[in-house]
């Protein structure tokens, strides 16, 4: 099982950019799909963005897309997301998980989720 730790939240206004970081140990890393999700206050945690295996391709949900860019790299062992032009509805703590391609974008396909990020944007 890949272990996994998330950092880069915090406070920033709206408009702004933060770059969330996920290092994962173990050595199997490069064998899974690498996904990041956010729950907001009162809310189910959603997916937000998820990568292949070798970063080749991406997915994002519609309401990031053109805003946030996940990216990879595998000889750190670390899934970064970029995120830019911040909205208030951004806010939310933000977790990464380790899974298959195919199942990424479900949130139930995980059964282990780290402590997450926390991301304030302020309006």
């Known amino acids: 099982q890949v272990q996994l730790v998330e950092s880069g939240g915090g406070l920033v206004q709206t408009g702004g950019s933060l770059r969330l970081s996920c290092a994962a140990s173990g050595r199997t890393f490069r064998s899974y799909a690498m996904g990041w999700f956010r729950q907001a206050p009162g809310k189910e945690r959603e997916f937000v963005a998820g990568?292949?295996?070798?970063?080749?391709?991406?997915s994002y949900a519609d309401s990031v897309k053109g805003r946030f860019t996940i990216s990879r790299d595998n000889a750190k062992n670390t899934v970064y997301l970029h995120m830019n032009s911040l909205k208030p509805e951004d806010t939310a703590v933000y977790y990464c998980?380790?899974?298959?391609?195919?199942?990424?974008?479900?949130?139930?396909?995980?059964?282990?989720w780290g402590q997450g990020t926390e991301v304030t944007v302020s309006s």
């Open positions: 990568i292949s295996r070798s970063g080749d391709f991406t």
């Open positions: 998980n380790a899974g298959t391609w195919a199942t990424m974008r479900n949130v139930r396909s995980y059964d282990y």
